[in-house]
């Protein structure tokens, strides 16, 4: 049975958002007991295969009397399940107590080292017993995220703040997303509104990270002058990325500094008296 998306309207208008109405219409135009309607809570779910247990939530929604039970069973789709694969296939019972109303099961998921598509399975539900009648979201795909690539390279936050008198500001690139092979990414420093040559040294280089390597890090030194400018910005910007990799979002990063320099002193005046 599928009781509608949340909040629509029309014959069968009862989703989540109004679960007393949805109740009520199938209490009344289907004879149903109190039991229950079973549906997972998402639509469909992803993890990456470096995550070691995929959790996923059966909802009983519409009645809670009585105790139920439901089978689930996953599916291959162009994952395969089982020892040496992708993931460990399961067949088994939820059973929920009178006034349950949510319980939760794991699936194994299984990394490999082979650079491949990401994959994807489905768990269904299915027999449900003690009076409960499935949901519409009674089967949910699951796609499984493949780390085994080159990887993408970012720089680890958006922004850097430093004060201009510390000697140097370091700051660290991360490998996301797979950590095969060797590759190489560029490396250069750019002006905004802070100069290279006055505010900081200027650099360029190339960063290599080694097979399974996920980590390193850039310093640029900085020049300290004795001049208030207030606080001044340049970028660091990573490029041609090889060995198949490629390049996130955050491949630009901008450096503060932050002036401790004191500002213009503007002159004072005072009244020889208190009072006159």
Known sequence: IDIGPAGADGEFGYGLLNVAG???WLIDDLGLSGAGILMFGE???????TTKTLTLTLYRIGGSVGEISVDFQTNDISAIGGLGHDY???????????GETARSFDITILDDSEDEMDEGFQVT?????GGAVLGGRSSAPVTILDDDGPGSLVFETLS???NESHPKVTLSVLRLGGSSGRITVDFATHDGSATAGADFEPKTGTLTFEEGATS?????????????EGNETFDLVLS??????TLGVSATTTVSLLDDDAGETLPTFTFSASQY
């Open 160 to 162: 850097y703040a430093v």
């Open 88 to 98: 460990l296939e399961r067949v088994d019972t939820l059973v929920f107590n009178d």
């Open 240 to 245: 041609n990325a090889t060995g198949g990799a």
């Open 43 to 49: 639509k469909a779910y992803s993890i990456d295969e």
């Open 216 to 228: 390193t890090s850039i310093s640029v030194d900085l020049l300290d002058d004795d001049t208030y």
């Open 125 to 129: 539900l299915y027999n449900p017993q």
């Open 22 to 24: 949805a109740y009520n």
